[in-house]
């Protein structure tokens, strides 16, 4: 892709990045209700842990493991989470989507852009603070190696484009629906459990355990933080950044699929 056809799409990268350093003061508040989940988060398997004997596992995670599995994937969170089914929603309902279909970009590719635009401001205004508040209060290791620092830091962007992807499969819905509440709402809560955020998927039974290998929600948090806690290490790492890649390019040829589908049949409400 040349670089002039590459250039609106980083205007949009801009753009969204300026749009939320207009609204800053929300993440800040934001910083607050992250360190409430992990704190949360923390007393209770605080007191899973308190009658074992000291270094004992829960399928391969002590105290400390735990901690730090809860910590960096609410932190990982802060960094990928973004609204782009509910923005699509809106743009539907409001029949501004006639906008969207009239400019002569792709409109996956400028959702995607705003996705990381989003995400780089989340990451230097949001992430970063409420790691080092995290950090500060709660017994939280450093990545298990320099490897799995850096590996985590691709797989985080990997489970950015997951996410935005699949944000952009349920906004799709709108088009025959009109309103998606019912559906992000389902979506919220299978990818809460489903994606190891709220329990290793370690812990899962074992018939839950390997229904989501074939599943995009792992990908999303239980891969990033296990790398970050080197539970990913050699062929097993480089084959879990294989299937986030795998992941992001399925789900960006079914989203431009998609897209084409529901475009034809468009009807169009609102001013």
């Known amino acids: 892709m040349s670089a002039l056809r590459i250039a609106p799409y980083l205007g949009f990268v801009s753009g969204t990045f300026q749009k939320m350093l207009a609204y800053r003061l929300r993440y800040y508040t934001g910083i607050v209700s992250y360190l409430i989940y992990v704190a949360i988060n923390y007393f209770i398997w605080k007191a899973v842990f308190a009658d074992r004997a000291p270094g004992a596992l829960i399928d391969g995670y002590d105290l400390a ?13 802060s960094f990928y989470f ?29 959702v995607l852009a705003g996705a990381i635009g989003e995400g780089t401001f989340r990451f230097l205004c949001f992430s970063l603070p409420v790691g080092i508040v995290i950090y500060l209060c709660f017994p ?38 009109k309103s998606i509440d019912g559906v992000m709402r389902a979506k919220h809560y299978l990818l809460e459990i489903l994606s190891g955020l709220v329990l290793p998927v370690a812990m899962f039974p074992p018939w839950l355990a390997a229904v989501t290998r074939w599943l995009p929600f792992q990908q999303i948090s239980y891969v990033p933080t296990s790398i970050w806690l080197g539970k990913l ?36 409400q609102g001013g």
């Open 65 to 77: 493991g735990m901690t730090t599995y809860v910590a960096v994937g609410w932190i990982a969170r």
């Open 82 to 110: 973004n609204n782009v089914d509910r923005e699509i929603g809106d743009q539907v309902q409001k029949g501004e989507i006639a906008l969207a279909l009239a400019r002569p970009v792709s409109y996956q590719g400028t």
């Open 140 to 177: 939280v290791a450093l990545p298990a190696s320099f490897a799995s620092g850096c590996a985590f830091v691709v797989s985080i962007w990997l489970a950015l484009l997951i996410l935005t992807q699949l944000n952009f499969l349920v906004g799709m819905c709108a088009f025959p629906l």
């Open 233 to 268: 290490r050699g062929p097993e790492l480089a084959l879990a950044l294989a299937r986030q890649a795998g992941w992001v390019v399925l789900f960006t040829l079914l989203c431009a699929f998609v897209w084409r589908r529901v475009t034809k049949r468009l009807t169009v």
